[in-house]
């Protein structure tokens, strides 16, 4: 049996979970997900909890089952708590700015790269050297931050770039110069 798709999912108070032939809809104070699961899964809701079981043993089912469970899980936690990922922004001019809905970002291009806040991901930048990106659904917040990411990747010597907070990166030593005689 898998060790995480058995465990129950507690719902907080002030959430509400509803299944509707496997089209599980989430709403909480933040917001509201819903998503289609596979209806060879069983996904019962009640008193609080919710459940996922599976029919047989099937390697297909084996994979689903946790991964079903845990997509629910991250719904529960995405409309009571909401996500957020915080990237850094190292370098000598690098800097990032918030004006209205749009973060304009200064990487060392000629031009400056400019994001704009969707219904579902909103931008913060508390520092210049700092970007927050928040939202309700997991995956988004990670897509979000992984293509601002994408813009200007930490590079292995001086370590200049846009990375996530308490990420290593590991560094190069620079070209060897030829000894003196």
Do not use: C, W
Request: aromatic share 4%.
């Amino acid at each position: 049996m898998s060790r995480i798709g058995k465990m129950p999912i507690s719902v907080p108070a002030g959430v509400e979970v509803k299944n509707e032939n496997n089209l599980i809809t989430v709403k909480g104070p933040k917001g509201q997900l819903s998503r289609q699961f596979s209806t060879e899964l069983g996904i019962e809701v009640e008193n609080g909890t919710v459940t996922v079981t599976r029919p047989n043993d099937d390697k297909r089912l084996r994979s689903l089952h946790g991964l079903t469970r845990t997509l629910i899980h991250n719904m529960v936690e995405g409309v009571t708590n909401g996500y957020s990922k915080t990237l850094e922004i190292e370098g000598v001019g690098y800097r990032a700015a918030k004006s209205g809905n749009k973060v304009t970002l200064n990487l060392g291009f000629s031009h400056p790269v400019v994001f704009e806040d969707t219904d579902a991901i909103k931008l913060e930048v508390p520092q210049p050297n700092k970007i927050i990106v928040n939202g309700i659904d997991k995956q988004a917040v990670g897509q979000f931050a992984a293509e601002i990411r994408e813009k200007r990747p930490p590079e292995p010597y001086k370590g200049k770039g846009i990375r996530y907070e308490g990420e290593h990166i590991i560094r190069k030593e620079g070209k060897a110069g030829k000894g003196k005689k």
